[in-house]
């Protein structure tokens, strides 16, 4: 129950604060177009809703301290629920589907307070407004006459949302990953860290595994099982712990900070902030991560969320899934 009351209370107030006036479209819309899309399974997420539980601990470096008091960065151990998901709202999207994959991680800080990182494989996003990503989930949505999208809205949508493009260009350049274990993940959004000199630092993040990052070979994609990622995962916890570095990088104030479809430059300063430690995973279903909502914007001190639109438009959608699913919808 405290986990709910934090999420439904993030939602509202998100709700309540935040206008995007550029965005006509609602929650509501957005999750009704994704069921549209991929329908309904009663009871499970509307997006993401392939996955697998996970539980391990986080240990962070304290040299992240001159940029933000979050407790993440007090060197001690801090333990970690978290989810890998394949994007998509159908059980029957295969696992070598050109898609992101997801890592979500709960963070449990001292004095019952809590932190999320929601993150992709991917260094991009695939819209810069909410409503951009509307337009593209109605674009890619079955016709009931042939059971495929229309390839003229399809076509019509490439042309008109140029914000799309960096998204398809990384998958089409990457073929999916050989296991949850050998995939970095980003944050996607830009986020602000903020030290105790009230001073903010604009800040990007992605999870490194340390055993690298390794894809399926064309001839692979032709022959891997639709279902593989979870299996393998939980097989490969049970040999040992398996290990991710998180790589910060410091941005500057004229970086792009509300459009995560938009790449920073390269040459931007990048700072190993701690190493997340993986030691278990298991089946989502009956699992500590089925019932929490990854809410992005659930933060603790020191961390807060930038004026991205895609950021803030992600809380009330998710509370808008969570709440069906709650109610066996």
């Keep these: ?46 997006n993401h809703i392939n996955g697998v539980c996970m539980a391990g601990s986080f240990a962070g470096d304290k040299s992240i301290q001159a940029y933000t008091t979050s407790p993440l960065f007090s060197g001690k151990t801090i333990p970690v629920i978290g989810r890998f998901s394949l994007a998509g709202g159908s059980l029957k999207i295969p696992d070598t589907a050109r898609n992101p994959r997801g890592m979500a991680l709960e963070f449990e800080l001292p004095q019952r307070k809590v932190q999320h990182f929601t993150m992709l ?6 819209a810069a407004t909410p409503q951009s990503f509307y337009d593209g989930v109605v674009a890619n949505t ?26 398809v260009e990384y998958l089409a350049k990457n073929n999916p990953v050989t296991s949850y274990a050998n995939s970095d993940f ?13 001073k903010t630092t604009l800040v990007k993040w992605r999870f490194v595994p340390q055993d690298g990052v390794k894809r399926l070979s064309d001839e692979q994609l032709k022959t891997a099982p639709a279902r593989f990622l979870d299996d393998e995962i939980m097989a490969r916890t049970k040999t040992g712990p398996v290990r991710w570095d998180m790589i910060l990088t410091i941005g500057e104030p004229t970086d792009e900070q509300s459009n995560p479809t938009v790449y920073w430059p390269t040459d931007r300063k990048q700072i190993k902030a701690g190493v997340l430690t993986l ?26 969320p930038t004026n991205d639109p895609v950021l803030l438009f992600r809380s009330p959608a998710y509370a808008d899934s969570y709440a069906k699913r709650l109610t066996g919808r």
Excluded: W
């Excluded at 980003?186 to 009230?198: E, G, L, M, R």
């Design 1 to 46: 129950m405290f986990r709910i009351k934090i999420y439904l209370c993030a939602a509202s107030l998100l709700l309540a604060g935040s206008s995007f006036a550029e965005d006509q479209v609602s929650a509501d819309q957005v999750v009704g177009a994704i069921e549209k899309q991929f329908g309904v399974t009663p009871g499970q997420r509307r």
């Design 142 to 167: 079955p016709d009931p006459a042939t059971g495929k999208p229309d390839p003229e809205k399809q076509a019509a949508f490439k042309a008109s949302h140029p914000d799309a493009q960096a998204l």
């Design 279 to 304: 030691n278990s995973a298991s089946p989502q279903q009956g699992g500590a991560c089925e019932k929490i909502n990854f809410d992005p914007l659930v933060m603790a001190q020191g961390i807060a």
């Design 121 to 126: 494989n991917v260094p991009v996003f695939g």
């Design 186 to 198: 980003y944050s996607i959004h830009t986020f602000k860290f903020i030290n105790k000199a009230d």
